[in-house]
């Protein structure tokens, strides 16, 4: 899967862990809480960093980067680059 999109390199992209509860909660917070019917795997890094988001702030003194930044990796490595703004912002 490392060479879904013709501008990645390989499987050179480093994804620190968050652990399976950590996954778990935000990818099942993203598909009840954000994804929709029509969302598609282009979607899902966007919805999955919200999750991260909206169950690991701190706002105003975080913005969950340890989390969004992990599932950004994780959609890297597998074809789905993040787009930018990089991490969702506290409101």
């Known amino acids: 899967m490392c060479g879904r999109l013709d501008e990645l390199d390989g499987c050179d992209v480093n994804v620190n862990s968050i652990g399976t509860t950590m996954a778990s909660r935000i990818l099942f917070k993203m598909l009840t809480d954000y994804a929709t019917s029509s969302s598609d795997w282009d979607d899902f ?47």
Request: hydrophobic share 40%; net charge neutral.
């Open 45 to 91: 890094g966007e919805l999955a960093k919200e999750a991260a988001f909206a169950l690991y702030n701190g706002c105003p003194l975080k913005n969950a980067p340890s989390q969004q930044g992990s599932v950004a990796k994780a959609f890297e490595a597998i074809g789905y680059p993040p787009t930018y703004p990089f991490l969702v912002p506290c409101p």
